[in-house]
């Protein structure tokens, strides 16, 4: 019995060693682009990536306070948004260029934890290294703020789910460019704003049993955490189909369906964002989305 407790214990041992390497953080390092920060393309792609949504300062009307406290529902509990200002002690003021990319393009937090998929890294790990450049020095030029937020009401944020976070990644993270030279550059530009910035399959598509979104099922509609059904955005039934580019164009704009209604909710923040994009980003953004397959809704 004695050998059998040291054979069990020594599997356990190796096996505890093999999770601990695998799910090692990676960091972003080279991935930086040098030269000059370009800060209107910053700007562009601080609206164009929705930062604004999730970590401007709640029920307060400047969208660059970046303050953060948006709690962001889930099945497993809410995720609090963190204070991303260029404050030095509450924000990420103290952070390098690197560190910034490393929790973009690899979920890695400066102090070498994974983040949780609340923050869309799996769409953001597709990013571009000048943008990425210039969205770090847009964003230390906004508003200092030393708001600080209470931790994620998550009862399993413990340091070993964390790193379980890594197995998460080896089977959803994935990393491959979006361009393509042969391609129609405005449906190249147009894929990038929508997938990798934009994110917009995170809410409009469903997922599948890992939580991840369900490739196969991309912009067909989903569920949001509190019940409510988010819309397909192909142009298959129930979707876009009826609905010309310029339809598009003016709805990411004013927020202004053909049918003469409003948009609310959720969608009310990103039109915000959008609205503040060049024409030639919406009219990108909206030839994408007229280009993709019809699928129907679940």
């Known amino acids: 019995m004695r050998k059998v407790a040291v054979v ?33 393309n910053g700007r562009t792609v601080f609206f164009a990536g929705g930062c604004a949504s999730c970590h401007a300062t709640p029920d307060q009307p400047d969208r660059t306070l970046l303050g953060g406290g948006h709690a962001l529902a889930s099945p497993v509990g809410n995720f609090v948004a963190p204070n991303i200002s260029p404050d030095l002690q509450h924000g990420i003021g103290a952070w390098t ?11 890695v937090s400066p102090r070498g934890r994974h983040y949780y998929p609340a923050f869309p890294y799996t769409a ?12 770090f020095a847009f964003i230390q030029t906004l508003p200092a703020t ?9 009862p399993l944020d413990l340091a070993i789910v964390r790193r379980g976070m890594g197995l998460w990644k080896l089977i959803n993270f994935r990393g491959e460019p979006y361009d393509d030279p042969a391609a129609d550059p405005q449906l190249v530009r147009g894929r990038y704003l929508v997938e990798a910035l934009g994110h917009c399959g ?15 099922r991309l912009y067909a509609g989903g569920k949001l955490p509190d ?19 310029e339809d598009l ?14 948009t609310g909710g959720e969608m009310a923040s ?22 993709l397959p019809a699928r129907e809704a679940p």
Request: aromatic fraction near 8%.
């Open 270 to 291: 990103v039109i915000a964002n959008t609205s503040q994009l060049p024409e030639a980003d919406r009219q990108a953004m909206a030839a994408y989305l007229k280009s």
């Open 97 to 107: 260029q690197e560190q910034f990319a490393s929790a973009l393009l690899k979920g």
């Open 8 to 40: 069990l214990t020594l599997a356990l041992a190796v096996a505890f060693a093999a999770f601990w390497f695998v799910t090692a953080p990676e960091q972003a390092g080279a991935t930086v682009s040098e030269g000059a920060p370009d800060l209107d």
């Open 249 to 262: 164009v003016f709805f990411f704009e004013d927020g202004t369906t053909p049918e003469g209604d409003v």
């Open 202 to 216: 995170e809410c409009h598509s469903p997922r599948d049993i890992t939580g991840a979104v369900a490739e196969d």
């Open 227 to 245: 019940g409510d059904s988010v819309p397909n955005i192909t142009p298959g039934k129930g979707g876009i189909g009826e609905w010309t580019q």
């Open 146 to 154: 030393g708001q600080t937020n209470p931790g994620h009401d998550f």
């Open 124 to 135: 953001y790990q597709h990013m571009k290294s000048e943008d990425v450049r210039d969205l």
